[in-house]
């Protein structure tokens, strides 16, 4: 654990144990700097302690990156999530840090866990503080389904490339894509391709967003009439001014990256575009813009479900649209512009941007030397 500890963090690595349930947990805490460490809690069976640290230390840069005062944390079980003992290893985990839930960390919801999962956090430690991303029937804040993360993708996009009459591409038609498309659409731009795993459609006079957004799942791709159908992936090829991927890690090297016949790349996913594809990119003069920076949507909504879970009132979805769209837009003009005058990559500016904040909040508490 010692070796995944640098000047940053983390500041403090809990492990707990089960031994009815064999549950394994792990809880780090990066960096406070900035306020309370603030990330979601992942279940799985494969989970390791450096996994959780790298996550913890990603939670530092977007916090720091958008602006908001929370601080780095993240949490992970190792167990699996389709066993019917998924329950008592959930209860487990959160009765062994009650130390430090709520005081120190709050569960939130990351891969493995529901709202359900949520609520039974709350219920376990009879604290409404306990977790956020519970159901709205108890005043959490429903992300996927008011599409946070999607519209702050294209809100910001809009923000350093103005979308009206522009054609935009979106791998993946998940909760980032569809809320996506629907904004893109919103703001004028003209959707002429998107892709699910189900394959993938183009009509270079643009796609019925209504249309294809009215089948609630990735069917709605081969289910579409009109255009083209495409083999899965071409579409990152097709012609356009915004490309957008939003499914997966690992999608844009820099062989594709030499090929792509676009203006702008926006990261709706985390970490679609390689080192090395950036930077392919940033030559031919193709700006990037990161991941998080463009899908902060969610930790905007994350903040306000932070000061909801200890309101009476519930959440206003219009307050929460208006944030996203305030601080989206402005972190993406501070992160194009401070990279055009220090002639780095937008991720490299926003990376030292943040680091620049995380620093100074360090030096003014003492952390670090002034
Ligand atoms: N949901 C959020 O609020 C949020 C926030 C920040 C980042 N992200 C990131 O955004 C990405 C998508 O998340 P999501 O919540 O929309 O997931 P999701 O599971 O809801 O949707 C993923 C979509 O990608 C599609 N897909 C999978 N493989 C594909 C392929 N080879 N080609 C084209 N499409 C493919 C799936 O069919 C699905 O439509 C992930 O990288 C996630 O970590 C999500």
Redesign the pocket.
């Known amino acids: 654990m010692f070796e995944l500890m640098d000047e940053w963090g983390p500041e403090k690595v809990v492990c707990v144990s089960d031994s009815r349930t064999g549950m394994r947990g792990v809880l780090v805490i990066d960096n406070t700097a900035r306020g309370m460490g603030k990330g979601g809690t992942r279940m799985s069976p494969s989970l390791s302690v450096a996994e959780v640290a790298r996550l913890a230390r990603v939670m530092t840069w977007k916090w720091a990156g958008v602006d908001l005062f929370f601080g780095g944390a993240k949490a992970g079980i190792r167990f699996d999530p389709s066993s019917p003992d998924k329950e008592a290893a959930l209860r487990a985990f959160v009765r062994l840090l009650s130390n430090e839930i709520p005081s120190e960390y709050v569960v939130g919801l990351d891969m493995g866990l529901t709202e359900r999962d949520a609520a039974i956090v709350q219920d376990e430690l009879r604290s409404r503080g306990a977790a956020v991303g519970t159901p709205a029937e108890l005043g959490g804040v429903p ?2 389904q008011l599409g ?2 999607g519209f702050g993708v294209a809100e910001a996009t809009d923000a350093v490339f103005p979308l009206s009459g522009r054609r935009v591409v979106i ?7 569809r809320a996506a498309a629907r904004r893109f659409a919103e703001l004028g731009a003209v959707v002429v391709a998107v ?4 394959g ?1 459609v183009h009509d270079p006079a643009g796609l019925d967003v209504d249309r294809l957004l009215a089948v609630p799942d ?1 069917s709605a791709v081969p289910a579409y009439s009109g255009g083209t159908q495409l083999a ?2 071409a579409e990152l090829l097709v012609p356009t001014d915004v490309l957008a991927p ?4 690992d999608v844009i090297d820099a062989s594709l990256a030499s090929r792509l016949s676009c203006s702008f790349v926006v990261e ?3 970490m679609p575009t390689s080192l090395e594809a950036q930077q392919v990119l940033a030559a031919r003069g193709i700006p990037v813009l990161p ?1 998080f920076i463009a ?1 902060a949507g ?1 930790v905007v909504a994350a903040a306000y479900a932070m000061d909801a879970r200890l309101s009476p009132f519930r959440p206003d979805p219009a307050a929460i649209y208006a944030t996203i769209s305030t601080k989206l837009r402005a972190n993406a003009q501070t992160v194009i512009s401070a990279a055009s005058s220090a002639g780095t990559t937008p991720h490299q500016a926003a990376r030292s941007l943040a680091e620049s904040r995380v620093r100074t909040a360090m030096q003014l508490r003492g952390r670090l030397p002034l």
């Open positions: 992300y996927d946070v993360t791998q993946g038609l998940g909760a980032v894509g892709s699910s795993a189900l993938a990735d899965l992936g939003c499914a997966l890690q709706g996913a985390n991941d899908n969610g």
